[in-house]
């Protein structure tokens, strides 16, 4: 496994997890 692909994915779906526990919140909201 590439050390620099396996780094960008993880950083890839921490992101989006934050992204999501951030929005998640806005949505219920908005409903």
Request: charged fraction near 5%.
């Amino acid at each position: 496994m590439y050390v620099p692909v396996a780094l960008g994915l993880v950083s890839f779906v921490s992101v989006w997890l934050l992204r999501g526990t951030l929005e998640a919140p806005v949505y219920l909201l908005t409903l």
